[in-house]
């Protein structure tokens, strides 16, 4: 065969390859911390849903919860995704802080009052900074979902006071951001995961943990002696739908939109259904016998000022851009 013929041939091979590995049904992992018992595993198992609908079957996301494929590890989640062992995973801000330190900006105590904050830095100009930090580590984001605002629970008693925590041993995630926050706070951090969080507080290993209402309710804290609820909404972790670099520059152009397009579609869908429950959730956790513990602004101040450290320590890491791009999404009316 002339050379050029065989150029001809093996163009024509390479094509059909490409147009074959479009056509083939395909199967990606996706990690999550919580299973579809909660609004984050509802919110990956949509993602999967609207996938496989709109793909007509050819893309199938199965989705693995409780951090199964980092065994347990939840804060090895980004890294394992970068290295290709998880293809896909709807992540919470807070374990992939630890890789990438500007997403400690949703972890600063006190910075978000409210969705509003909450929402103007996440569709925004910081938004859009937060995204740019994950991509340079390896990471295509597509869209954010929420775990939501976090509250605080105790076995011990009421608390409305840094002073009321001095003591306490308190479960929080293995990102050290909250090492500070608590050791500022006075009480006594512990580091484990979520895996080890309800075993702890159900033998009194510690005395309280923070996690948002859907947990709280969701994972019946209070059947572990959580007796009082403290609503400071100090942080708020969104959720980051997200997919391994090579997988998504191997894709063809027409999956990644769809991809993305369902990733939007199951976050936005997510974040109204688990703000909607939030009121339903609260009266539920009253009516088990929690007592919910109310903050007037007085008190919620002195946790700021409490914690104002934190900031100081933890912005320079979060870089000067990104902070200003939050602050100034918060100040606007
Ligand atoms: O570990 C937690 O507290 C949880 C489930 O909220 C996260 O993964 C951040």
Redesign the pocket.
């Known amino acids: 065969m002339k050379l050029s013929r065989c150029f001809t041939a093996l163009a024509a091979a390479a094509a059909l390859t490409a147009a074959c590995a479009s056509a083939q049904a395909r199967e990606y992992s996706v990690s999550t ?2 299973s579809d018992a909660f609004p ?1 595993g509802q919110a990956a198992q949509k993602w999967a849903d609207l996938v496989n609908e709109r793909s007509e079957g050819r893309i199938t996301l199965r989705v693995y919860p409780n ?1 199964q494929l980092v065994t347990g590890d ?1 804060t090895k989640e980004f890294s394992a995704m970068r290295s290709g062992l998880i293809d896909m995973a709807v992540g ?1 801000t ?2 992939w802080s630890p890789q990438v330190p500007e997403l400690n900006l949703f972890s600063l105590p006190f910075l978000m009052n409210d969705n509003a904050d909450l929402d103007a830095i996440t569709q925004g100009e910081a938004g859009k900074l937060a995204f740019a930090a994950i991509e340079k580590r390896g990471i295509v984001p597509l869209a954010w979902g929420e ?1 939501g605002f ?1 509250q605080l629970s105790n076995s011990a008693k009421p608390v409305r006071a840094p002073a009321d925590l001095k003591g306490l041993k308190i ?3 293995g990102s050290p951001l909250f090492q500070d926050t608590f050791t500022a706070l006075g009480a006594n951090p512990t580091q484990m ?2 895996a080890d ?1 309800k075993p702890a507080l159900t033998t009194g290993a510690v005395d309280g ?4 209402l859907s ?1 709280f309710d969701v994972a019946r804290i209070d059947q572990a002696g959580q007796k009082y609820l403290t609503q400071w909404n100090y942080m708020a ?1 969104p959720l980051i739908f997200a997919v391994n670099q090579r997988i998504w520059k191997e894709l063809p152009e027409a999956d990644r939109e769809l991809l993305a397009q369902a990733a939007r579609d199951a976050g936005e869908w997510e974040v109204a259904l688990s703000r909607e429950a939030e009121v339903k959730r609260l009266a539920d956790i009253r009516e088990r016998g929690v007592e919910l513990i109310e903050l007037n602004d007085a008190e919620r101040q002195a946790f700021v000022d409490a914690t104002r450290s934190v900031h100081e320590k933890w912005a320079p890491r979060i870089g000067k851009e990104l902070m200003e791009a939050a602050q100034s999404a918060i100040a606007q009316p």
């Not at 943990?209 to 948002?212: D, K, L, S, T, Y």
């Open positions: 911390v919580l984050w951090a939840q919470s807070i374990n775990n976090r479960r929080v995630v995961s979520w969080a943990q923070e996690n948002p947990v972790d």
